[in-house]
Nanobody, 128 residues
Framework: QVQLVESGGGLVQPGGSLRLSCAAS????????IGWFRQAPGKEREGVAC????????YYSNFVKGRFTISRDYAKNTVSLQMNSLKPEDTAVYYC?????????????????????WGQGTQVTVSS
């Protein structure tokens, strides 16, 4: 059974940092293009950061560029999202998603590519 499990969410003050992790069972993440998405209450899900299977390309949405970093840990079969300088508007449930095949990181994050697997999400709340 394939599972993606996110962890690392929580409550943080504005300007703080969190590191989210996406762990997999039943599949090897290095075989997949991976994306982090988020959904805030009353809003549509949006792509945050995506990385290709080849690890040669990443994409960041404009609202996180320069603050968030997506990376792979092949030994641990995880993909992380380092989030710095967090803002209240970053508050959302964050999901990781995996898709096979040929795509671009932009297309994955834009939603043009339908992911094969999704995690259950982890809540990130940025508040003082």
């Amino acid at each position: 059974q394939v599972q993606l499990v996110e962890s690392g969410g929580g409550l943080v003050q504005p300007g703080g940092s969190l590191r989210l992790s996406c762990a997999a069972s039943g599949l090897t993440l290095e075989d997949y293009n991976i994306g982090w998405f988020r959904q805030a209450p009353g809003k549509e899900r949006e792509g945050v950061a995506c990385i290709l299977r080849s690890n040669t390309e990443t994409y960041y949405s404009n609202f996180v560029k320069g603050r968030f970093t997506i990376s792979r840990d092949y030994a641990k079969n995880t993909v992380s999202l380092q989030m710095n300088s967090l803002k209240p508007e970053d508050t959302a449930v964050y999901y990781c998603a995996a898709v096979r095949g040929t795509t671009t990181a932009y297309y994955h994050c834009s939603g043009a590519v339908i992911s094969d697997y999704w995690g259950q999400g982890t809540q990130v709340t940025v508040s003082s």
